[in-house]
């Protein structure tokens, strides 16, 4: 028996850990994710063929989102998530709330603006084209916290709490751009906030917290809504099949359970990545005011100190 149309079997076993990871999933984000760390590594490799050098601490980063999202959408976590509300929910964290933060730890746009050839005098090649895309007004209005909060929340509730979900689950196309959405949108929301590519707006680091901890609890307040339904609440998975052995309701407080749970791991993630580059920017600020005192000797100390005596002059 097929679900939905997606040519798999529902008659899954018992769901373990193990079965979970076996290979397999969605050959889309397979694809997806060879291509990302190809592409990647072509743009280091450029980098360094030339004698640039690039942090290995972003490629770590860049690799490993990478790998989240294949982990999730390139095994049999995929089966099971069409059938599994709590798996489902583990997906849909991973993808939209951890793989987002380390592919924008990676520097993906910072490493393509430096490794991307230009394209000449009054000529247009993709280095130009990113550039504009920059600063355009859609990058703008997409990047700015009005939008990508709202956006953010509405994922959640304006989905799951509507039968736009069912719909989007009831064919493989629809899966997937139901993935491609949380994975786009889980990027749009946290790359001002790390701040690491450059982009139109960019606040200071408190309120990038402030920004953090605004869209943060409504995973939360979602997981609890899941958890304290006395009834199933999404229709894909009010009938799982029989060879899982699982309860629907017992299913969906598991999700919420994990939903609530989740939403504390990137808060922490981002807090720690947003102290150490306010830890740098301070650093690099006090050297470039060193350094700058080093060139003039001092000057301007010696300027402020012969400012407070000729105040002193006048006083007498």
């Known amino acids: 028996m097929d679900h939905s149309g997606h040519g798999m079997t529902m008659d899954l076993p018992p769901f373990t850990l193990?079965?979970?990871?076996?290979?397999?999933?969605?050959?889309?984000?397979?694809?997806?994710?060879?291509?990302?760390l190809v592409l990647y590594g072509w743009a280091v490799a450029r980098l360094r063929r030339r004698g640039d050098a690039w942090p290995v601490g972003r490629t770590v980063a860049w690799v490993i989102g990478v790998l989240t999202v294949a982990l999730v959408m390139c095994t049999q976590l995929n089966d099971y998530g069409m059938v599994m509300f709590s798996v489902h929910m583990v997906q849909h964290m991973v993808i939209s709330m951890l793989s987002p933060i380390l592919l924008l730890l990676g520097a993906p746009v910072t490493l393509a603006l430096r490794a991307l050839p230009a394209a000449g005098r009054g000529r247009k090649g993709p280095r130009e084209l990113l550039v504009a895309l920059l600063h355009s007004r859609y990058m703008r209005i997409i990047s700015h916290p009005a939008f990508t909060i709202p956006l953010f929340i509405a994922s959640l509730y304006a989905l799951y709490f509507s039968p736009i979900f069912d719909f989007l689950m009831g064919s493989r196309v629809g899966h997937i751009a139901m993935m491609v959405h949380f994975l786009a949108v889980g990027l749009a929301f946290f790359w001002p906030i790390m701040g690491v590519d450059p982009g139109p707006h960019r606040p200071g680091y408190v309120m990038r917290m402030l920004e953090l901890f605004a869209g943060m609890p409504f995973h939360a307040f979602f997981g609890i809504a899941?958890?304290?339904?006395?009834?199933?609440?999404?229709?894909?998975?009010?009938?799982?099949p029989a060879s899982l052995g699982i309860d629907p309701l017992s299913d969906q407080m598991a999700a919420?359970?994990?939903?609530?749970?989740?939403?504390?791991?990137?808060?922490?993630?981002?807090?720690?990545?947003?102290?150490?580059q306010w830890y740098r920017s301070e650093a690099r600020q006090s050297q470039r005011a060193d350094r700058a005192a080093d060139r003039n000797g001092d000057q301007d100390l010696a300027d402020y100190n012969a400012y407070l005596a000729s105040l002193n002059a006048r006083g007498r």
């Open 226 to 240: 899941l958890m304290m339904g006395t009834e199933p609440m999404v229709a894909t998975y009010l009938h799982p």
């Open 18 to 36: 193990g079965r979970g990871m076996e290979f397999g999933g969605d050959p889309f984000f397979l694809v997806g994710s060879l291509l990302a």
């Open 256 to 276: 919420g359970g994990i939903a609530w749970a989740f939403s504390e791991i990137p808060s922490v993630v981002v807090l720690i990545a947003l102290v150490y």
